[in-house]
């Protein structure tokens, strides 16, 4: 039985080795189509300001509408709303709010507050009247290399522009008072 010789059975299907060197290039490429969609922080600056001019119009309109004030406060990461409680004080408002607090994404961040083209002193906040705002008012959004001015009048209108003082020294104040036109 010697010179017999023995039918080996070869099963279909893939090696061990075959799935691994698959699954590793499919990882690859799902990266690399993570890092090309996913958007920049200077993308993500421009969202959060359009998110906070946006918020601070529909405050202002709440405001008006209901004939109480409500204030933003920037934070460390963010910024949130408050209103009045019924005993007067200062609260946030809720969780479950469009005005609750916010966190800026990754690196964005609010670099500069400015009223009446005075620096917004630490844990102060900007009260939105039923008539407007107290003064003008602008913040500056930054990420990335991209910087974002949001500047509101004394009337209400809220604007976003690309921020022409980007890489300057944002503690001072800007050189003169920019009153943004209503």
Same mark, same amino acid.
């Given at each position: 039985?010697?010179?017999?010789?023995?039918?080996?059975?070869?099963?279909?299907?893939?090696?061990?080795?075959?799935?691994?060197?698959?699954?590793?290039?499919?990882?690859?490429?799902?990266?690399?189509?993570?890092?090309?969609?996913?958007?920049?922080?200077?993308?993500?600056?421009?969202?959060?300001?359009?998110?906070?001019?946006?918020?601070?119009?529909?405050?202002?309109?709440?405001?008006?509408?209901?004939?109480?004030?409500?204030?933003?406060?920037?934070?460390? %990461?963010?910024? &949130? !709303?408050?209103? *009045? =409680?019924?005993?007067?004080?200062? $609260?946030?408002?809720?969780?479950? /709010?469009?005005?609750?607090?916010?966190?800026?994404?990754?690196?964005?961040?609010?670099?500069?507050?400015?009223?009446?083209?005075?620096?917004?002193?630490?844990?102060?906040?900007?009260?939105?009247?039923?008539?407007?705002?107290?003064?003008?008012?602008?913040?500056?959004?930054?990420? %990335?290399?991209? &910087? !974002?001015?949001? *500047? =509101?009048?004394?009337?209400?209108? $809220?604007?976003?522009?690309?921020? /022409?003082?980007?890489?300057?020294?944002?503690?001072?104040?800007?050189?003169?008072?920019?009153?943004?036109?209503?």
């Amino acid at each position: 039985m010697r010179g017999t010789p023995v039918a080996r059975t070869r099963y279909a299907g893939f090696t061990l080795v075959e799935l691994l060197i698959a699954l590793s290039i499919v990882g690859v490429l799902s990266a690399m189509l993570v890092i090309i969609v996913a958007p920049g922080d200077g993308a993500s600056a421009r969202t959060e300001a359009r998110r906070l001019a946006a918020l601070l119009e529909l405050a202002l309109a709440e405001a008006r509408a209901g004939g109480q004030s409500i204030a933003w406060a920037p934070e460390r %990461g963010g910024y &949130s !709303f408050w209103r *009045r =409680a019924d005993d007067g004080e200062w $609260v946030r408002f809720p969780e479950g /709010s469009v005005y609750r607090r916010r966190s800026l994404p990754g690196a964005t961040e609010l670099r500069a507050v400015f009223t009446d083209a005075q620096a917004l002193p630490e844990g102060e906040r900007i009260v939105l009247t039923p008539y407007g705002f107290r003064g003008a008012f602008e913040a500056t959004m930054s990420g %990335g290399s991209a &910087s !974002f001015a949001i *500047r =509101a009048g004394v009337l209400g209108r $809220v604007s976003v522009q690309p921020d /022409s003082h980007a890489g300057t020294d944002i503690r001072r104040p800007p050189a003169g008072p920019r009153v943004h036109p209503g």
